[in-house]
């Protein structure tokens, strides 16, 4: 299968910008639209403020998406081995069969099709709704500290702008957004449990 073309604009955590390479997937956060020259003259440069992702194929564990959504996500070992994913969608929904057609006919992956359990439809979400509730529990006790004085004074700049911004909503403040953040993961947990959607992998070829 030839590619027309192997650049693609895509969205993405801190990426915009998709090149399938020889040997694997390469993702930037610079928007490069004009050339596939351009993009590899840019990717080539030592010194550059974008983000840059390298997915090889041979380190690919899994490529996933479900029907009902635009989100692809891709499993793979990063460096030395550590358990990474790249989660992304087309801006271009065509361009979803293009990606997964080239890696089932020139990269061998086997492709199949899912109806996902219940459990496996929400796993996700619950362990994001337990990692949410955490969170929560601990903004709410540094308001609580704020208010009260007893926090002590941080010394990166993110952390002193999470602390005002804790200070600014106050303790109900953050109780809202709290409720209102995993009463959100809850109905999704409760539609997907109802409902689970049908999903569409990608597993490389064996060894």
Known sequence: MSLTTRLFKVSGSKIQSLYIA???????????ASSEDEFIDFWNKKLSLATKVEVQFEKIKSVTKEDSG???????????????????SFDNAYDVEVLFNYLEKEQ???RTE???????????????????LAFIIFCYYEAIAITNGTTDEPSSGKAQLF???????????????GFAGLSYIGYKIVTRFKNPPQQTKLLPPMG
Do not use: W
């Open 70 to 88: 635009k989100e692809i996500i891709i499993k793979y070992k990063a460096f030395v081995g550590i358990p990474s994913e790249c989660e992304f």
């Open 108 to 110: 061998y992956f086997a």
């Open 163 to 177: 602390m005002r911004l804790i200070g600014f909503l106050g303790d109900k403040g953050v109780l809202a957004l």
């Open 114 to 132: 899912e109806h996902l359990t219940p459990i496996k439809a929400v796993i996700r979400y619950a362990i994001g709704f337990v990692f949410a």
């Open 22 to 32: 020889d040997t694997g997937l390469q993702f930037s956060s610079n928007y490069i």
